[in-house]
């Protein structure tokens, strides 16, 4: 192995918690409602995308810092801060939306695997659970990372789509820049949903667990303890975020270029789910767009699923005081890896009630972009909280941009809601 391989090895080891948390943004729920956005509104609606990436780079990045720092997941950073009773709720919601999250995900991959192949859309959907919740719970952490980690190659399917795809380039940077859209409740609507999913709730708290979870196998302790670690460990987070969240709203910008390039252009305007987009995709971009659509969205899921249900168990956890961890066997911790069980149960059960999985899938997407919305205050206030974290508070440029972050997302929700 020579010097420059050995190096680029290194380089994708530094890549964890925020690469991975990065590529869960773009599940089935959420290629679903891009496919919408970009079916919907074309091309202007990409300026969502773009802007959301230093927005969402700067919040994850004081979660994956809170985390570091303290040696404690987001959950019970805000239990020492906030009221309790204000953080239960909290936890509370992200466990709801992260369930409903679920069930949408692990349909829209059954559906997938149903165009693919023709048949066994509900049988797929339960081996993809059962499968994803086997790993989780019986694999360990160290071992378990890497397989999250090379799934994010999967998403790479979007960019291929493009090359089956004629882009008018001067359309997408007009579009980009300068969006001819009608600002009606409906506009404010998809863009409260592609908020929503790009900047979602269960990521905040998914990526500072993991960089407890990292801090535990290294056995380093928090930078609280061990101060001198400071300038590596912030120096990777922040390395380690910002490539999770370009690599994330880039492939966003790749779903929903590729809707308005094919979808939006011939007049279908109204996809509702993540495997209605790739069937659309079949006559207009042909076999190849869609196969690779449908095959990214068994990918994007698999990735997805165990972000989703974790997270929730991290948060659920750390305020009830449990043994939690995916590097713990299921007997150590049976109360952390219930919640597990239970998130993906709930997400089934779905598949076989009268719910609309179509509504439940946009619809989670709008939630998780409320809700994120007091939840990002509930975040910088502890980044900002000196008797808290010392001199590891949020530096200046970062609680700026933390603050503005919260600021667009309570505006558009508001927007939605008034106009």
Same mark, same amino acid.
């Given at each position: 192995?020579?010097?420059?391989?050995?190096?680029?090895?290194?380089?994708?080891?530094?890549?964890?918690?925020?690469?991975?948390?990065?590529?869960?943004?773009?599940?089935?729920?959420?290629?679903?409602?891009?496919?919408?956005?970009?079916?919907?509104?074309?091309?202007?609606?990409?300026?969502?995308?773009?802007?959301?990436?230093?927005?969402?780079?700067?919040?994850?990045?004081?979660?994956?810092?809170?985390?570091?720092?303290?040696?404690?997941?987001?959950?019970?950073?805000?239990?020492?801060?906030?009221?309790?009773?204000?953080?239960?709720?909290?936890?509370?919601?992200?466990?709801?939306?992260?369930?409903?999250?679920?069930?949408?995900?692990?349909?829209?991959?059954?559906?997938?695997?149903?165009?693919?192949?023709?048949?066994?859309?509900?049988?797929?959907?339960?081996?993809?659970?059962?499968?994803?919740?086997?790993?989780?719970?019986?694999?360990?952490?160290?071992?378990?990372?890497?397989?999250?980690?090379?799934?994010?190659?999967?998403?790479?399917?979007?960019?291929?789509?493009?090359?089956?795809?004629?882009?008018?380039?001067?359309?997408?940077?007009?579009?980009?820049?300068?969006?001819?859209?009608?600002?009606?409740?409906?506009?404010?609507?998809?863009?409260?949903?592609?908020?929503?999913?790009?900047?979602?709730?269960?990521?905040?708290?998914?990526?500072?667990?993991?960089?407890?979870?990292?801090?535990?196998?290294?056995?380093?302790?928090?930078?609280?303890?061990?101060?001198?670690?400071?300038?590596?460990?912030?120096?990777?987070?922040?390395?380690?975020?910002?490539?999770?969240?370009?690599?994330?709203?880039?492939?966003?910008?790749?779903?929903?270029?590729?809707?308005?390039?094919?979808?939006?252009?011939?007049?279908?305007?109204?996809?509702?789910?993540?495997?209605?987009?790739?069937?659309?995709?079949?006559?207009?971009?042909?076999?190849?767009?869609?196969?690779?659509?449908?095959? @990214?969205?068994?990918?994007? &899921?698999? %990735? *997805?699923?165990? =972000?989703? #249900?974790?997270? +929730?168990?991290?948060?659920?956890?750390?305020?009830?005081?449990?043994?939690?961890?995916?590097?713990?066997?299921?007997?150590?911790?049976?109360?952390?890896?219930?919640?597990?069980?239970?998130?993906?149960?709930?997400?089934?059960?779905?598949?076989?009630?009268?719910?609309?999985?179509?509504?439940?899938?946009?619809?989670?997407?709008?939630?998780?972009?409320?809700?994120?919305?007091?939840?990002?205050?509930?975040?910088?206030?502890?980044?900002?909280?000196?008797?808290?974290?010392?001199?590891?508070?949020?530096?200046? @440029?970062?609680?700026?941009? &933390?603050? %503005? *972050?919260?600021? =667009?997302? #309570?505006?558009? +929700?508001?927007?939605?809601?008034?106009?």
């Amino acid at each position: 192995m020579n010097q420059a391989t050995r190096q680029r090895i290194s380089w994708f080891r530094r890549l964890g918690p925020g690469l991975i948390t990065g590529a869960a943004d773009d599940d089935p729920s959420g290629i679903a409602t891009y496919s919408q956005a970009g079916a919907q509104l074309g091309v202007n609606i990409l300026w969502t995308v773009v802007l959301t990436f230093p927005l969402m780079a700067a919040i994850q990045s004081i979660c994956a810092r809170i985390g570091r720092v303290t040696g404690q997941g987001l959950a019970a950073n805000m239990a020492v801060v906030l009221p309790r009773w204000l953080v239960h709720g909290i936890v509370f919601l992200l466990f709801v939306a992260n369930a409903v999250n679920i069930g949408a995900d692990i349909a829209a991959m059954g559906a997938a695997a149903q165009l693919v192949l023709g048949w066994g859309e509900v049988l797929f959907a339960i081996l993809f659970a059962a499968g994803s919740l086997a790993l989780q719970v019986y694999v360990p952490y160290h071992h378990y990372v890497h397989v999250l980690k090379w799934l994010t190659l999967a998403l790479f399917a979007y960019v291929g789509v493009l090359f089956a795809v004629k882009i008018d380039w001067g359309a997408v940077v007009l579009g980009t820049v300068w969006p001819n859209i009608a600002w009606t409740q409906d506009t404010f609507t998809v863009v409260v949903a592609v908020f929503g999913t790009t900047i979602s709730p269960y990521l905040f708290f998914w990526q500072s667990a993991e960089e407890v979870e990292d801090e535990t196998l290294a056995g380093s302790g928090s930078l609280l303890d061990h101060p001198d670690e400071a300038p590596t460990e912030l120096g990777r987070i922040s390395l380690d975020t910002y490539i999770g969240m370009a690599f994330s709203n880039l492939i966003a910008f790749f779903i929903i270029l590729t809707t308005a390039e094919t979808l939006n252009r011939t007049g279908i305007t109204n996809i509702a789910t993540s495997a209605q987009a790739a069937e659309a995709l079949r006559p207009i971009a042909g076999e190849f767009a869609f196969l690779l659509f449908s095959l @990214g969205i068994i990918g994007a &899921g698999l %990735l *997805a699923l165990p =972000v989703l #249900a974790g997270s +929730a168990a991290y948060a659920i956890g750390e305020l009830r005081g449990w043994r939690i961890g995916l590097e713990r066997k299921p007997e150590n911790a049976k109360a952390f890896y219930g919640v597990i069980a239970l998130a993906f149960g709930l997400g089934l059960l779905m598949l076989f009630l009268p719910i609309d999985p179509i509504k439940a899938l946009f619809w989670s997407a709008v939630l998780n972009g409320v809700i994120a919305v007091p939840l990002m205050v509930a975040t910088m206030i502890v980044a900002s909280n000196r008797k808290h974290l010392g001199e590891f508070i949020a530096p200046p @440029g970062l609680k700026i941009m &933390g603050w %503005l *972050a919260t600021a =667009v997302m #309570a505006v558009a +929700a508001l927007a939605m809601f008034v106009l």
